[in-house]
């Protein structure tokens, strides 16, 4: 779960400086990030969808009484999240109908409101709801979630979006990502999915190696 956090919070940590560089009327730069951001959104919202079938409800059956006001708070964040993603879905689209400054600056304020939200929503997850799935799912239950995102997934996008989340992880964690998919695929991809994100790095931040997501934080 950490390794996916971490990614997400480079990629929407970057965004509102993304957005805010892109010239009035370049239609073609707009589309790029527009792009971009709809893809993390996309990772986001399968993430999520996963949590809600399947670990609050297996958390609010096996866990203590006291654990479920905890549970259902994560449960709303989640809405107050995607109401926000739902906001930013159609500020992305006016802005990509005219490159205009005016909806550029709504799309980056709305991410300026996304941030602190999901930091707090991320943070409460690593801190108080991560022991409990450490706990209480099994590892073939969080395996069916890995499983169940990938799901949502476009094919042509996975190694991509396993890139994405690979980039700044420690070892241990990669491995265990990488340990999510068939055992005939992990060498390939283990050296795919890194030129896939520097390659998809480049065109969106003109960089192969754009800043961590720790040093967005300090």
């Known amino acids: 779960m950490v390794l996916v956090h971490t990614g997400f ?6 965004m509102p400086q993304l957005v805010r560089g892109v010239f009035d009327g370049d239609r073609a730069r707009a589309g790029s990030v527009a792009d971009h951001i709809e ?3 996309m990772v986001l919202e399968a993430h999520h969808t996963a949590e809600d079938r399947l670990i609050w409800p297996r958390l609010l059956e096996r866990c203590p009484e006291e654990i479920r006001p905890l549970v259902h708070g994560m449960e709303s964040q989640h809405e107050r999240i995607h109401e926000l993603l739902d906001d930013l879905s159609k500020g992305i689209a006016a802005w990509r109908a005219d490159a205009g400054g005016k909806n550029r600056a709504a799309v980056a304020r709305t991410i300026d409101e996304l941030l602190p939200l999901l930091e707090e929503h991320l943070g409460m997850e690593e801190k108080y709801v991560l022991p409990l799935i450490e706990k209480h799912i099994a590892e073939s ?41 068939p055992e005939e695929v992990r060498p390939i991809i ?29």
Do not use: C
């Not at 919070?9 to 970057?14: A, K, N, Q, V, Y």
């Not at 390659?199 to 997501?213: I, K, L, M, Q, S």
């Open 9 to 14: 919070r480079r990629e929407f940590g970057l």
């Open 39 to 41: 893809l993390i959104d």
């Open 141 to 181: 239950e969080w395996a069916e979630l890995a499983a169940d995102q990938g799901n949502h997934f476009p094919p042509e996008k996975r190694t991509l979006i396993l890139g994405i989340m690979m980039y700044e992880g420690a070892p241990a964690a990669v491995r265990r990502l990488l340990g999510n998919l």
């Open 190 to 218: 283990a050296e795919a999915a890194p030129r896939a994100y520097g390659d998809y790095a480049e065109h969106v931040y003109g960089t192969r190696t754009p800043p961590f997501g720790s040093a967005l934080r300090r």
